[in-house]
């Protein structure tokens, strides 16, 4: 859904620096998710966050991953020391509401963007 | 661990034909479904959605049938048109704070 901005669409990064991945939700949503894609492969779940809040980060792996969404500006999904198997598509969503509770939960996913290491 | 699975990798289909695709679920407690489509290079779009207190909801050119006994969830597109190509996942809600998605189902559609 174009609702949600995510920039850039594409990046490269060398092996050991830095991927900060940048989405903005739909206007009037509060509720941020992270997926990551492999290939051929679902999404995979990552982290929820609300406005300076980190709800559920069961999907993020323990180091190098870390991710915010403050009071003002996109939410940030940060790699930091990138390997190559970081390589993938990474989805933000958004949703008005928690997911799944009430009506029109469903969450409006962004174009990814889609890290390459090399 | 709990997961969503699709019967079917691939499937295709002639131009104006109905096109079924199935997922089963093993979590009991999902209470929530999303089937999403996604085109090359995009994000996942959402086509439908279905709670557990229903077994069938309609949209346009779309069904979603919901089969709690067995723990399946089939999409079924009318008309299948050229556009209907893509690949398509469904995506169950447990535990409020994410969706949980199946591997996916390519559907190609034949002119």
């Known amino acids: 859904n174009a609702g949600v901005m995510q920039n850039p669409r594409h990046l490269v990064r060398r092996r050991g620096q830095e991927a900060r991945l940048r989405c903005s939700p739909m206007?009037?949503?509060?509720?941020v998710y992270w997926y990551r894609q492999l290939p051929e492969e679902g999404l995979k779940f990552m982290v929820y966050l609300q406005k300076e809040n980190i709800i559920d980060e069961s999907g993020m792996p323990k180091e190098r991953f870390s991710a915010e969404f403050p009071k003002e500006g996109p939410s940030i999904l940060r790699i930091q020391q990138v390997v190559r198997g970081d390589s993938a598509a990474y989805f933000c969503?958004?949703?008005?509401?928690?997911?799944?509770?009430?009506?029109?939960?469903?969450?409006?996913f962004g174009q990814g963007t889609r890290l390459t290491v090399v | 661990g709990e997961s969503v699975g699709l019967h079917l990798p691939t499937l295709s289909v002639q131009e104006g034909d109905n096109s079924i695709i199935n997922c089963a679920y093993s979590n009991s407690a999902s209470d929530y479904f999303i089937w999403y489509k996604q085109e090359s290079g995009k994000g996942p779009q959402f086509i439908i959605d279905i709670r557990s207190n229903m077994d069938k909801r309609q949209g346009q050119r779309v069904t979603v049938l919901l089969n709690k006994t067995v723990k399946h969830l089939s999409l079924q597109i009318a008309a299948t048109q050229p556009g209907d190509s893509a690949v398509y996942f469904c995506?169950?809600?447990?535990?409020?704070?994410?969706?949980?998605f199946g591997g996916g189902t390519r559907l190609m559609v034949k002119p």
């Open positions: 969503a958004s949703s008005p509401i928690q997911q799944g509770q009430g009506q029109n939960t469903e969450a409006f």
């Open positions: 995506a169950e809600n447990n535990a409020g704070n994410m969706l949980t």
């Open positions: 206007k009037g949503h509060s509720h």
